[in-house]
């Protein structure tokens, strides 16, 4: 049995596979995902898991060197901008409209649905380099 970080079998194996410039989505669980793109379902239920939770995990074996957000969010879940911006300090954020997130998604590797249910949760991590 493994010992340390992400137990998730499927999500271990696509962190794992990840090169530079490829990316992951965490979604809320009202994102869609796209045709094609491999879906990590973690919802249990409203709530649970949360996107921080999840996210947490995810960054503690993965190298980030930019992540994108949703523009609604700035206005719409402060609160979880807030969050996020402070789990990644330092590292790159760019902001993309809600449509056009949605679109970007189509390019991830694979897209990890939380339980979590606070408007405009949704985060795209994009690979950085160990050295």
Do not use: W
């Amino acid at each position: 049995m493994k010992k340390i970080g992400t137990l998730n079998s499927d999500i271990s194996a696509v962190l794992s596979k990840l090169g530079h410039t490829d990316t992951i989505v965490i979604a809320d669980c009202g994102l869609p995902v796209p045709d094609g793109v491999q879906r990590i379902d973690l919802a249990l239920k409203r709530g649970t898991p949360g996107l921080i939770e999840t996210l947490e995990t995810v960054l503690s074996e993965m190298e980030v060197e930019k992540y994108v957000l949703a523009n609604e969010i700035r206005e719409k879940n402060p609160e979880m901008k807030k969050k996020i911006v402070e789990l990644m300090p330092g590292v790159e954020c760019a902001y993309l409209s809600h449509e056009d997130f949605k679109k970007a998604t189509a390019q991830a590797k694979a897209i990890i649905r939380t339980g979590e249910d606070t408007p405009y949760a949704n985060v795209i991590l994009q690979s950085g380099v160990i050295f």
